[in-house]
């Protein structure tokens, strides 16, 4: 009885093992078949997905066509096919942006465009594309033209520089006053002579040698040593309070040097001209310790320090702060300046009369935007290339190049500016825009006449200086404060 019993137990679990395994087998083959029926139906399901990854697709999308004549079917409607002509086919422009998007078909699951759509936005995107190449065509002949400009002005840099060399320097008291060389002199001096005609026409009355130049900057370099040891504040606040005691603006400069063209990055501490800079301001600081340092002066420094070296730079600097007009400026002499500002009205209500009205009208006198510019030499207002040129010219007629300068800037936008009040006037005049070019303003400045009634602007001013009355209806409420 008990061998029956382990065998009904063994047979019994042969059973329950084999139907196991058929079980198993049935269910494999069931879900096999479901997985191969439904992977075509997902992968081919049409749709966009808003949020995550959109699956890869192994099948290739339904064509366009099929798609439409489903939705045909499914609708009932009968939809024409565009023509050719709407289709984009060998397009010779093909811009880089969504702009063509326009043409392009709906997303598969979508109805597709009509007809008269189709054509809308064929003609949209042509329009659009007519544009661009306009603007396109537009800023290439732009282009062109600066180029040729360009090219131009180097040949004539390159020829003038030769005339400059060979035949102008070498003998400079006997051409400089002659017509030719006046000509070739407005038109600007080339870059690699530009020094050596502004240290000539500047002139030495002087007398400063190199070697006196670095006797100053040693006396410049015990003076900072003693600032950085001593750290005397008080010392730079009272820098005003006697002339021995103005050799402390050597602080000054250094608050200023960094605000000096900041978007060369040069002049800056670390740039490759900022030890220079403040060598030349410093020693000017000490050479002239009744003058000092004045806001401003790092612009004419600079400008000089681009175009000549280190001890002729500050031969140059020194010899045109001691001119007339630049040593009552930077002087604050308030009787002189005010006596420039007059002699500047007067050509300004003979050469431009409505503007000159315009301004009276609001009360605006020439010391609101003429300080700035003078206390720089435009080097500040005005791009570097150009406020080089109106240098040159400067050197060659003086400080009434300077004022005809100014008169010319005026000319030049007198048409804006009799548009604006007070503060919009003072503010465009005290920021100028940046694409003010040398050909517009110089012919602007060819324009202005400095004669007044047969007086040219040495009379007139001589006339002023004999004047000694103080209360002029000229004279500026700014500076009287």
């Known amino acids: 009885f008990q061998g029956k019993t382990e065998l009904g137990t063994n047979i019994t679990c042969d059973v329950l093992t084999i139907n196991k395994k058929k079980t198993l087998l049935f269910f494999r083959n069931f879900f096999t078949k479901r997985t191969k029926e439904l992977k075509p139906a997902v992968q081919s399901a049409p749709g966009w997905k808003l949020f995550g990854k959109v699956p890869p697709r192994e099948n290739l999308p339904k064509d366009s066509k099929i798609i439409q004549q489903e939705y045909e079917a499914r ?8 023509p050719p002509s709407a289709r984009r086919k060998n397009m ?8 063509a998007l326009i043409l392009e078909d709906r997303p598969a699951n979508l109805p597709a465009k009509s007809v ?3 054509l809308r936005h064929r003609q949209e995107y042509d329009e659009m594309v007519a544009e661009a190449k306009k603007r396109e065509i537009k800023e290439a002949h732009k282009r062109k033209k600066i180029m040729r400009e360009r090219f131009k002005q180097e040949e004539n840099i390159a020829s003038a520089m ?9 003998n400079w008291e006997g051409m400089r006053a002659t017509r030719r060389v006046r000509e070739l002199w407005w038109q600007g001096l080339p870059p690699s002579v530009r020094g050596k005609v502004w240290s000539l026409a500047v002139g030495n009355e002087l007398n400063i040698t190199p070697e006196l130049y670095e006797i100053f900057l040693s006396r410049a370099k015990e003076r900072w040593k003693s600032f950085s040891e001593t750290s005397s504040e008080n010392d730079v606040e009272d820098a005003s309070a006697s002339v021995a005691d103005r050799e402390a ?9 960094s605000r000096t063209f900041p978007s060369l990055y040069i002049f800056q501490k670390g740039g490759p001209y900022h030890d220079l800079l403040h060598s030349v301001l410093g020693a000017y600081t000490c050479y002239r310790p009744d003058v000092g340092y004045v806001q401003g002066m790092s612009f004419i420094a600079a400008v000089l320090i681009l175009n000549l070296e280190e001890a002729d730079a500050f031969i140059a600097f020194a010899n045109l702060l001691n001119k007339p007009c630049q040593l009552a400026f930077f002087r604050v002499d308030h009787s002189m300046m005010l006596k420039y500002f007059a002699a500047f009205e007067v050509f300004f209500e003979e050469n431009l009369p409505k503007l000159f009205l315009h301004f009276k009208s609001y009360s605006l006198t020439p010391d609101i935007y003429l300080i ?11 791009p570097l290339d150009l406020a080089c040129r109106v240098w040159d010219v400067f050197c060659r007629d003086g400080e009434e190049f300077l004022f005809r300068t100014g008169l010319g800037i005026l000319r030049l ?14 503010q465009f005049l005290t920021k100028l825009p940046e694409d003010i070019t040398s050909e517009k303003l110089f012919s602007c400045i060819a324009a202005i006449q400095m004669q007044n009634s047969n007086k040219k602007w040495a009379q007139v001013f001589a006339s002023l200086m004999k004047d000694n009355k103080e209360g002029d209806k000229n004279h500026s409420p700014a500076l009287k404060s």
């Open 413 to 426: 936008y007198e048409d804006i500016l009799l548009q604006m009040d007070f503060i919009h006037i003072a």
């Open 92 to 99: 010779e422009f093909e811009p880089l942006s969504t702009t």
């Open 162 to 170: 030769v005339i400059w060399v060979n035949e102008i320097l070498p």
């Open 372 to 382: 700035d510019w003078i206390f720089t030499l435009y080097s500040k207002s005005l």
């Open 75 to 82: 609708t009932g409607r009968m939809c024409k096919p565009p």
């Open 249 to 257: 603006s050597l602080e000054l400069i250094k608050l200023d040097i």
């Open 116 to 118: 008269e759509e189709a």
